[in-house]
């Protein structure tokens, strides 16, 4: 079975600085795929960027970027120029390739965006 | 598109009843899977759908259950409420149940209280 592991339960920011959330998983598997969701206050679970295991190049969408570090078993999520919105709880999730079928995530950390 | 839709968005429960929730997934996804999340437990897979048959199911007891339509809206079922059942029940959706389409969107969650 997957587990997937973020040790940090709380973190804080100041706006437009730069923030890097970790999580570590661990697996047996080659094939497979990581999430980075967001959850604010309203409870909606929206997807942030993802990362295919089989590829090398570390995944960026606008000020998200992720540094994934297979051998290590590591997928940390960088925001850059923190905002105020993007305070909430981050989810890391992991998927299975064979399965595709659930995510499996981390316990969460909640970030806070400081004005 | 209209997103994942999930009804109702609050529901109060005694403990012994059942409940029924209803997940609409985004037009055009044929996969519909389940989470509980409850802040001892975090997030966890309960079953995901596909073409109205079961393709997966979490660790959870048999008083929870699913079915899928033919339009692929979903439904869970959970019979003899327990306190422990409260919860957001959280709905994602997905175009097909393989791996070249594995990002799952989710829906605004059922807050389901159990008294």
């Known amino acids: 079975a997957q587990t997937v592991t973020q040790s940090q339960p709380e973190m804080s920011v100041q706006e437009a600085e730069t923030v890097t959330l970790s999580c570590t998983y661990d697996?047996?598997?080659?094939?497979?795929?990581l999430f980075w969701y967001k959850q604010p206050p309203s409870r909606q679970m929206i997807l942030v960027i993802r990362?295919?295991?089989?590829?090398?190049q570390n995944a960026t969408e606008n000020r998200f970027s992720v540094n994934f570090q297979k051998a290590a078993k590591s997928f940390s999520l960088k925001i850059s120029d923190s905002q105020l919105g993007d305070t909430a709880m981050y989810f890391c999730a992991f998927m299975n390739g064979g399965s595709a079928r659930q995510l499996t995530f981390g316990s969460g950390t909640q970030l806070t965006v400081l004005p | 598109k209209a997103g994942v839709t999930q009804t109702p968005r609050y529901l109060i429960k005694t403990r012994g009843q059942q409940v029924t929730l209803s997940c609409s997934p985004i037009s055009g996804h044929r996969s519909v899977s389940w989470y509980q999340q409850t802040p001892g437990q975090g997030l966890q897979f309960l079953f995901e759908y596909f073409s109205e048959t079961q393709r997966n199911k979490g660790n959870f007891p048999g008083r929870f259950s699913g079915r899928q339509f033919s339009n692929s809206r979903s439904e869970m079922n959970v019979s003899t409420l327990e306190l422990g059942d409260s919860a957001l029940y959280l709905c994602?959706?997905?175009?097909?149940?393989?791996?070249?389409?594995?990002?799952?969107?989710f829906g605004p969650g059922t807050r389901l209280t159990v008294t």
């Open positions: 697996t047996s598997e080659n094939n497979y795929y």
């Open positions: 994602a959706s997905k175009e097909g149940a393989g791996v070249a389409t594995y990002e799952q969107y």
């Open positions: 990362q295919e295991a089989y590829k090398q």
